[in-house]
């Protein structure tokens, strides 16, 4: 797909859409701008069968946009200009970076005075995922994309939320006191992003588990336990177990001695696999059921170190460095 606005047309894979001077006006700040400005555009929309999906997403044809809000510790921090990265995923070119053409497009048609919330990035930051491809595929390369930023995000305690498109969120004069002056800056964490450029991704089409991966970096990587423990809980969700028996302890305590030794390799701190993953069952039980207290025999770890033994679990269960 492909916005001309200079000769004020959208072309897309069927055909070549002529864009109403009315649009135009809207695209262009006019200052005579009037509500029949805002039927033509909407008229315009439905002529190009432009879709909303949820609450962040734009569809035309087998074209996706889905737009996002930087939120976390960068939500007041600046980044200068517009970028584009282009990764592919599952053999799908995706664009990552500043909202396109397209989605500008349909922000001016719906609401113009929001435009340079997008473009000029004059109160938050947006990113935006947009690529074509078949719809069964969509959901797959969608939750990747999300993973794939959020965790450079994460470095700076940040993450990615759904942005309402077509109206700005309600202002809030709360502040926060840690500004996070120790993490890198956006810039640096879009220099990262740009080093996205080119790569190959391969989600094996688990767009359930990746959403759950990306729900993660929404927390601080201390505090991803209960995150960390729903994507252990999904990976074994079909292991058989018995009555009375926890499944995801059957499921990770029964993998081989070999895995369980690489995994501890890279845990280190003499940590022993079996009681850390009996450990880590019964303080989600103990979150979830206060009365649920630690048996006298097992092994208590701290917090940290048993987020970071779910850490390098997942990543050697699913293939993917978190």
């Given at each position: 797909?492909?916005?001309?606005?200079?000769?004020?047309?959208?072309?897309?894979?069927?055909?070549?859409?002529?864009?109403?001077?009315?649009?135009?006006?809207?695209?262009?700040?006019?200052?005579?701008?009037?509500?029949?400005?805002?039927?033509?555009?909407?008229?315009?929309?439905?002529?190009?069968?432009?879709?909303?999906?949820?609450?962040?997403?734009?569809?035309?044809?087998?074209?996706?946009?889905?737009?996002?809000?930087?939120?976390?510790?960068?939500?007041?921090?600046?980044?200068?200009?517009?970028y584009e990265?282009?990764?592919?995923?599952?053999?799908?070119?995706?664009?990552?970076?500043?909202?396109?053409?397209?989605?500008?497009?349909?922000?001016?048609?719906?609401?113009?005075?929001?435009?340079?919330?997008?473009?000029?990035?004059?109160?938050?930051?947006?990113?935006?995922?947009?690529?074509?491809?078949?719809?069964?595929?969509?959901?797959?390369?969608?939750?990747?994309?999300?993973?794939?930023?959020?965790?450079?995000?994460?470095?700076?305690?940040?993450?990615?939320?759904?942005?309402?498109?077509?109206?700005?969120?309600?202002?809030?004069?709360?502040?926060?006191?840690?500004?996070?002056?120790?993490?890198?800056?956006?810039?640096?964490?879009?220099?990262?992003?740009?080093?996205?450029?080119?790569?190959?991704?391969?989600?094996?089409?688990?767009?359930?588990?990746?959403?759950?991966?990306?729900e993660?970096?929404?927390?601080?990587?201390?505090?991803?336990?209960?995150s960390?423990?729903?994507?252990?809980?999904?990976?074994?969700?079909?292991?058989?177990?018995?009555?009375?028996?926890?499944?995801?302890?059957?499921?990770?305590?029964?993998?081989?001695?070999e895995?369980?030794?690489?995994?501890?390799?890279?845990?280190?701190?003499?940590?022993?696999?079996?009681?850390?993953?009996?450990?880590?069952?019964?303080?989600?039980?103990?979150?979830?059921?206060?009365?649920?207290?630690?048996?006298?025999?097992?092994?208590?770890?701290?917090?940290?170190?048993?987020?970071?033994?779910?850490?390098?679990?997942?990543?050697?269960?699913?293939?993917?460095d978190?």
């Amino acid at each position: 797909m492909q916005i001309d606005i200079e000769n004020k047309v959208v072309k897309t894979e069927n055909e070549t859409v002529e864009i109403p001077e009315a649009v135009i006006d809207l695209l262009q700040d006019k200052s005579d701008l009037n509500d029949s400005h805002l039927v033509e555009a909407n008229q315009f929309l439905k002529r190009l069968d432009v879709k909303r999906i949820g609450f962040n997403g734009l569809r035309l044809n087998n074209c996706y946009e889905f737009i996002f809000k930087v939120d976390g510790d960068k939500f007041l921090d600046s980044h200068s200009g517009g970028y584009e990265v282009s990764t592919n995923i599952d053999n799908v070119k995706v664009r990552i970076g500043s909202p396109s053409d397209f989605a500008i497009l349909v922000i001016g048609c719906k609401n113009p005075f929001m435009k340079s919330y997008y473009i000029d990035n004059d109160m938050y930051h947006y990113i935006s995922i947009s690529f074509s491809c078949k719809e069964t595929k969509a959901s797959a390369i969608f939750q990747y994309s999300k993973v794939l930023i959020n965790k450079i995000l994460s470095k700076g305690n940040s993450f990615i939320m759904p942005d309402d498109v077509f109206k700005p969120d309600d202002t809030t004069d709360e502040w926060e006191d840690d500004f996070g002056f120790d993490q890198p800056s956006l810039n640096d964490l879009v220099d990262d992003l740009m080093g996205l450029e080119g790569t190959e991704h391969k989600s094996k089409n688990r767009s359930k588990l990746f959403s759950l991966v990306a729900e993660a970096y929404r927390f601080k990587e201390d505090a991803r336990f209960i995150s960390y423990f729903k994507v252990l809980e999904y990976l074994g969700r079909r292991h058989q177990a018995q009555n009375g028996e926890s499944k995801i302890s059957k499921y990770l305590c029964n993998m081989d001695e070999e895995f369980k030794a690489q995994v501890m390799q890279k845990v280190g701190d003499g940590l022993e696999y079996d009681k850390v993953v009996e450990c880590m069952r019964i303080l989600r039980n103990m979150i979830v059921h206060p009365t649920v207290k630690f048996p006298s025999n097992t092994t208590i770890y701290p917090m940290k170190k048993i987020v970071c033994f779910q850490k390098i679990l997942i990543s050697e269960l699913i293939g993917f460095d978190l």
